[in-house]
């Protein structure tokens, strides 16, 4: 069994020892993500490019250490979060852009780079990155491969998995490779394909090829207000059934549209049952008329009132709220537990009718903003954890929440990722076949369970103990690999 001091002389012979985090106060905000759960390294590793990142997995792999790769921590999952303590590779030197390919609408960055700042850089030539996560400042492409990210303007042109083109990767096993390139068709298995979404479980990115789309001609973006959810929620499936696939069409509840307008003054109707935020973009002539078949929907469904931003800033104001909604609900609540499920279009109301029973039956108030357009869910379920019992009670009514979408025909995610919170969940989806082919794939990128353990697959030796629950580390003591 390898010692610490084995661990941090073997990284620091790759990194250098600037680069090798290993003090307690050092390793803390490495412990956490955006989820519930915790769990802090031995030790975190700071490299730059594929070749350092290559040779602290081989070291770690001749230690036996497990590897949790890291992009900002941004994520819903748990999925960056080190189940087994070890070594968390981070990506923060890296954060490049390498390339902007104007001709061929391209771009090539590493994977520190944060989603935000490609849009940013791109927007020059005309181009931006059509993913866009609510926390596009702080999440980075590494990260969004990972979980195959999605983001509201994802409606019309697709999620991570649509926008990448090729990876260089490093292997489970340390491997330096690539997987796809800077052309949109390869023959042969879609590897590139496999790794998208793979949750860290297969490798870690050192360079993404990513596909820019042009800036659009115009924008027009629609708020509808609503008594209720189910109005609201009718009104989604309309719009589409009319024809018209908006760039962005978004629901926010009262409870969301309370704490977003009080934190951020963004101009919403805090009174409202719901809203309905809906973008439209592309030529004038066309979206123009689109956006009176719009209002017009929404009126006919028993909207209120139906507003139409008429500056660039009051477009800006209401997507500040979208996007800051989510950490504005601090201001109800000092903890919140954020789920992602798809459902059908046509079975919003139902599944929304379940979302409400549960909160009143657990006595739980449960938040809702999510992309309506692709049915996408995002049900917040607010607690206080200092309350004993509090956080088991708000798994399990998440738990419906999740059963209640899968027996609607949807998903398990939409955008999140299984990580460690939903991995449990997979039979309800996945027969034993599928999960054991799921297992044949990592093995093949040299992964025989330490690499980002216990995330997305219900099998893991030493994994029974992990969900939501650091008891099995907390064991093990401060110097022992679990």
């Known amino acids: 069994m390898p010692t610490r001091r084995d661990l941090i002389r073997a990284l620091e012979g790759a990194v250098g020892a ?27 590793v700071l490299p730059d490019g594929a070749e350092e990142v290559a040779k602290v997995v081989r070291a770690c792999n001749a230690l036996g ?12 999952s748990g999925g960056s979060v080190p189940a087994k303590r070890g070594v968390v590779i981070a990506t923060g030197r890296m954060r490049r852009v390498l390339e902007i390919d104007k001709a061929n609408r391209l771009a090539v960055v590493e994977p520190g780079v944060a989603n935000l700042d490609l849009s940013k850089v791109a927007a020059p030539y005309g181009l931006f990155y059509a993913p866009d996560p609510s926390s596009q400042q702080a999440c980075t492409i590494g990260g969004n491969v990972a979980e195959n990210a999605g983001g509201p303007h994802c409606l019309a042109l697709g999620v991570t998995q ?15 490779t690539w997987l ?10 879609d590897l590139r394909g496999a790794f998208i979404g793979s949750e860290g479980t297969l490798g870690i990115t050192t360079k993404i090829v990513v596909r820019l789309v042009p800036l659009p001609a115009s924008v027009v973006t629609l708020l509808a207000v609503f008594d209720t959810v189910q109005q609201a929620s009718e009104t989604v499936s309309t719009i589409i059934s009319a024809g018209m696939i908006p760039a962005a069409m978004e629901m926010m509840d009262r409870l969301t549209l309370q704490a977003a307008e009080a934190g951020m003054h963004c101009g919403y109707p805090p009174d409202a049952g719901a809203v309905l935020l809906v973008e439209l973009d592309g030529l004038p002539e066309v979206i123009d008329s689109q956006a009176v078949r719009v209002r017009a929907e929404c009126l006919e469904r028993g909207a209120v009132e139906v507003r139409l931003a008429s500056t660039q800033r009051e477009r800006e104001l ?3 709220g979208r ?12 903890n919140y537990y954020i789920l992602d499920g798809v459902v059908p279009r046509s079975k919003l109301v139902a599944v929304m009718e379940t979302v409400s029973e549960v909160s009143e039956r657990y006595g739980i108030p449960i938040a809702n903003v999510f992309h309506a357009g692709d049915g996408n869910l995002h049900p917040l379920v607010l607690f206080d954890e200092r309350v004993p019992g509090a956080t088991a009670r708000v798994l399990e009514a998440g738990g419906e929440i999740m059963r209640a979408c899968v027996e ?8 999140h990722g299984i990580g460690a919170e939903k991995r449990m969940f997979m039979p309800w989806l996945y027969n034993e076949t599928d999960i054991e082919n799921m297992e044949r794939l990592r093995l093949v990128f040299g992964n025989s369970g330490q690499f980002n353990p216990c995330k997305l697959l219900p099998t893991g030796t030493g994994c029974g103990e992990m969900a939501h629950q650091a008891t099995a580390i907390r064991a093990a003591g401060p110097d022992a690999y679990v």
């Open 18 to 44: 600037k680069y090798v985090l290993w003090r307690p106060e050092d390793l803390a905000v490495y412990a956490f993500d955006g989820t519930i759960e915790k769990s802090t390294p031995h030790a975190v």
């Open 65 to 76: 250490v497990p590897v949790t790769p890291r992009g900002a921590g941004t994520g819903l």
């Open 162 to 176: 649509n926008h990448v083109l090729g990876l260089e990767v490093v292997t489970a096993d340390g491997e330096i």
């Open 180 to 189: 796809g390139g800077k052309v949109a068709d390869s023959f042969g298995y």
């Open 318 to 320: 209401l997507w500040k």
């Open 323 to 334: 996007k800051g909604a989510i950490p504005s609900l601090g201001r109800l609540a000092p």
């Open 408 to 415: 609607a025909g949807g998903a398990l995610s939409g955008e």
